[in-house]
């Protein structure tokens, strides 16, 4: 396996620590003196300022070397293991209901979950190809 890969793994975990350093900003400081949605709103964005940032700092100091094909795979498998984590802990160790986890989607609603999913998946790419220039 090629160390691009291994890595992955560990950005992935620290991904869940900034996701649950985002949710407990947005549950004591932004919730008390806003609405639940537009908390929600202000949470997704500043998750994904956050993802940016690990995400940048990996692929700016990374020794491992990697391709847009991968940066692509990599993206991916950030996209499904987050949606995994998120439905099997929401609902069998948070006990949270399936329609309650899927709440969360509904873009029509101002929903922006879906945004932050998104960025997950097209970020690893962007950054290196845009931002980094390496690829």
């Given amino acids: 396996m090629e160390k691009i890969y291994l890595q992955v793994i560990g950005i992935w975990v620290l991904f869940v620590f900034v996701a649950i350093f985002n949710g407990s900003i947005r549950q004591f400081l932004i919730a008390p003196k ?9 949470s997704c964005f ?4 956050m993802f940016f940032i690990v995400m940048y700092l990996w692929l700016k100091f990374t020794s491992a070397s990697y391709t847009g094909h991968n940066l692509i795979i990599i993206g991916i498998a ?3 293991s987050t949606i995994a984590f998120e439905f099997l802990f929401g609902h069998f160790v948070m ?3 399936w329609a309650k986890l899927l709440h969360d989607y509904n873009l029509f609603e101002g929903r922006l979950w879906s945004l932050v999913l998104a960025w997950t998946t097209i970020g690893p790419y962007v950054i290196a190809k845009y931002v980094l220039g390496k690829i």
């Fill in 95 to 97: 006990g949270h209901s």
């Fill in 34 to 42: 806003v609405s639940e949605l537009t908390a929600h709103q202000i």
């Fill in 78 to 80: 950030f996209l499904f």
């Fill in 46 to 49: 500043t998750g994904i300022t």
